[in-house]
């Protein structure tokens, strides 16, 4: 069992504040992604778990117990560095039986985890070999089986696939997650990544400015975004926003009437590219760039002054210049209040 | 094309010239000093030269068997090992500490560590000598060790911070989330990494006592080092007991620069690869 509490956790470098106050519970067992852009705090809130870093406020349980004053060594956790981190100087046997072999545990056990690890991640081949005889995604898959023969109760992983090519992270991403589930230990997982954040966890925290915006399952974000820089962030292309200004009858969006929540003052109308399909009402817009993507098309319109994006079905037969009306999934509109850049439920 | 194909092939033919030159200008004297040190005595004061050595150890064996030498050596060696041993100890930690940790004052360091090799030796020799005559360390190769160690200290720091700058901490904090405390990760991972660099940082310490001659020459008086010993005795020695002395000076020092070549390239950033 171990469930990770964070409860106040601040960091200041000098002047800089790094986190303000960070609350997150993560249950036992779960993969939590820590999604943002560089600089948004992730890393340093998992190196703070990890014990690499200290907080300047606050408390990390895991397991009930509290660790934030112990070394990473009494802390039960196991980590996957962006670089690897494989020492060059050890065979991959003795780098997976680093951790093992420190925990004084007999050679027979440290065989038989090191074998049974090696074989989960497909490097049993590779055990005699020293690290600048291993390619990257080789490297990679070393830095895991480190991590996992030490069965620890919390894995942290920052940026483990981000140095590898596009196809080998497509297809370690897909390997990691049936392996971490299969050893039932919790993972907290830092990327900038939203395709590997949305595939890989089970919740996602989106965090900006050293806070944690939203976390909710990858669903959720992308459907119901709490923040605007939330829907903004995520999906590609983002979501839309339109200004949208109060009237007795509801919300008018660039000359056209929707149904909107209960608020004074103006809001911000959003709706996601995909979202929006031709109609013979709807919101009226001037085709500027048709970028065609295959089973789709990208459609970049002019609504009422503002850039527009729309993913649209590729039959269709678009030129820039083209006046056009886009109707909006009327399930699908969110709105924001632009003053607090929060979501507004109806 | 043509032209600025001649004009490369003649800068090319430039470069080579200046490389042959330069070459000439080190080795020349080099190989000068080799030829007489391995010819005969009378080979060595007569004339015209021969341009192979004669193999001939006359000089050499004079050397070794004249009066003092084999004490000076063995005080060289002695005062050369004792200022490894204190660069290494004292300066490894400081490069340690230069790259993996922020302190105040990090930058103002760095500065004074190379600020030492600022005053000339003559400045600081005399007034140590009278301190150490003071103090009981005159005439030892203890005392002359310090001083040496204070000459080769900033190399043994900027080159080990050079060292450990060039692992990645990760390696390090690798090994605590693997259940190292600071001293066992050193010494499992970052030691064994290090090794080889260390080894060159000690040999070139090694390298700077072993070429010391002025403040070898002020604080020794009985124990000289071979380099004082021949600056006073073979002033008024014959001629091929000098290239004889040359020889052996500069002999390890060469070989020691040629084994720690690398590390050099990489302290001074020239790509070696």
């Known amino acids: 069992m171990a469930e990770i509490q964070i409860k106040g956790v601040a960091k200041t470098f000098g002047a800089f504040t790094a986190l303000h106050s960070v609350d997150m519970t993560i249950a036992d067992q779960e993969f939590m992604v820590l999604l943002g852009a560089s600089g948004c705090g992730k890393t340093t809130l998992l190196r703070i778990i990890a014990g690499l870093e200290t907080a300047s406020q606050g408390e990390v349980w895991i397991g009930g117990r509290r660790i934030d004053h112990l070394p990473p060594r009494h802390r039960g956790i196991a980590m996957v560095f962006q670089n690897y981190a494989v020492f060059p100087h050890l065979t991959v046997f003795e780098n997976v039986a680093f951790g093992l072999r420190m925990q004084k545990l007999p050679e027979t056990e440290v065989k038989r985890r090191v074998q049974r690890t090696a074989e989960l991640m497909h490097i049993d081949a590779l055990l005699g070999r020293y690290s600048g005889q291993l390619s990257g995604g080789q490297r990679q898959r070393v830095a895991v089986a480190r991590a996992l023969a030490m069965e620890p109760d919390v894995i942290l992983m920052d940026e483990p696939l981000s140095n590898l090519d596009a196809l080998l992270r497509l297809e370690m991403r897909a390997e990691l997650k049936g392996i971490l589930a299969e050893s039932k230990t919790t993972t907290i997982y830092v990327t900038h990544d939203q395709v590997e954040a949305m595939s890989l966890a089970d919740r996602i925290a989106i965090m900006h400015g050293g806070r944690i915006l939203q976390a909710a399952d990858p669903i959720a974000i992308y459907r119901n975004p709490a923040a605007r820089f939330v829907g903004a962030f995520i999906g590609n292309p983002p979501m839309n926003f339109l200004p949208a200004e109060a009237t007795p009858e509801g919300w008018t969006v660039a000359g056209e009437l929707f149904a909107g929540p209960d608020a004074p003052g103006p809001l911000e109308f959003a709706i996601r590219p995909e979202d929006l399909r031709p109609a013979e009402t709807g919101l009226p817009a001037t085709v500027r760039i048709v970028e065609p993507l295959g089973p789709h098309l990208l459609v970049t319109c002019d609504v009422a002054g503002r850039a527009l994006r729309a993913v649209l079905d590729s039959d269709l037969r678009l030129r820039p210049g083209d006046r056009i009306h886009l109707a909006p999934a009327a399930d699908r509109v969110r709105w924001f209040d632009p003053k607090t850049d929060l979501a507004v439920t109806p | ?273």
């Open chain 2, 1 to 273: 094309m043509t032209d600025t194909a001649t004009i490369r092939q003649r800068g090319r033919r430039l470069t080579q010239a200046a490389v042959v030159l330069l070459c000439g200008w080190v080795l020349g004297p080099i190989y000068l000093l080799v030829l007489n040190a391995f010819s005969a005595p009378d080979a060595v004061t007569g004339f015209p030269k021969r341009w192979l050595p004669g193999f001939d150890l006359h000089s050499l064996r004079m050397f070794v068997e004249f009066q003092g030498v084999a004490e000076a050596l063995w005080n060289s060696v002695l005062v050369a090992t004792l200022t490894m041993i204190l660069s290494i100890a004292l300066g490894a930690p400081a490069g340690y500490a230069l790259s993996r940790f922020d302190f105040r004052g990090k930058t103002a360091f760095r500065v004074l560590v190379l600020m030492t090799r600022a005053f000339p030796l003559p400045l600081l020799a005399l007034p140590l000598a009278v301190m150490f005559i003071r103090v009981g360390l005159d005439d030892t190769p203890l005392g002359l060790a310090l001083v040496h160690t204070t000459l080769a200290l900033p190399f043994a720091v900027l080159i080990t911070f050079s060292l450990f700058s060039g692992l990645p901490v990760e390696l390090e904090e690798a090994a605590w989330t693997l259940g190292c405390n600071r001293a066992q990760a050193f010494r499992k991972v970052i030691l064994p990494l290090v090794l080889p660099g260390i080894a060159a940082s000690a040999i070139f310490a090694f390298v700077i006592s072993w070429n010391e001659v002025f403040a070898a020459s002020v604080l020794t008086v009985q124990h000289r080092t071979l380099t004082a010993f021949l600056l006073t005795s073979l002033d008024v020695s014959p001629l091929p007991l000098k290239f004889a002395g040359g020889f052996v000076l500069v002999l390890p020092a060469l070989i020691f620069i040629f084994a720690v070549r690398k590390y050099l390239f990489a302290m001074w950033g020239i790509a070696n690869r």
